[in-house]
C-alpha cells in the first residue's frame, strides 16, 4: 500500500502536459483503427461531415470497365475511392506536437488533388472517432493512469 507522499508523488507524474502527450501516443498507437474507420466513411462515399461527396456518371463506369479498373463504379453509386487504390494506400496518420492529421500520399495532381483535398475526406465522423476513442484511446490512457499511480 503506498503512503499518502507516494501517491502524491505519482499524482504529480499526471500532469496535463504528461497526459496530452500520453493522449498523442495512444493516437499514433490507434493508426490502423483511425485509417480502417476512415476508409470505412469512404467505402460509404461519406466524407468526415457525414456528406455524400458524389456519385459515377455513366461515362466513369464504361471507363472503369475498358481499364478493367474496378468493377464498383456502377453508375449513380457513391463514389469509392478506389480508382487506382493510390489514394487509399498512400494513408497515413501522423502527430506533430498536440496536431493528428490523416492524410494521403496518394493524391495526384490538379483537379485530382483539389478535389481529394477540399472535401473533408480525411478524417472521421463523429460516430467513428467515438469508436476509436472508446475501444482504443481510452484503454490506453485509463492503462497509464493506474501504472503511473500503481494501482
Known sequence: MATILEQIKNLEKLSEAEIIKQLFIAVKKAEVEFIKFNEIQLDKGENA???EVG??????????DYENIDERKTFDTPYNFQWFGTFRKGFS?????????????GIGTGGKADFLTTNNLFGLNDENLSKVIKDEILPFIHNFARTTLKL
Open 55 to 64: 456519385r459515377y456518371a455513366k461515362s466513369t463506369k464504361g471507363y472503369a
Open 49 to 51: 461531415l457525414k456528406e
Open 93 to 105: 496518420l501522423t502527430v506533430s506536437g498536440e496536431e493528428a492529421t490523416i492524410f494521403s500520399t
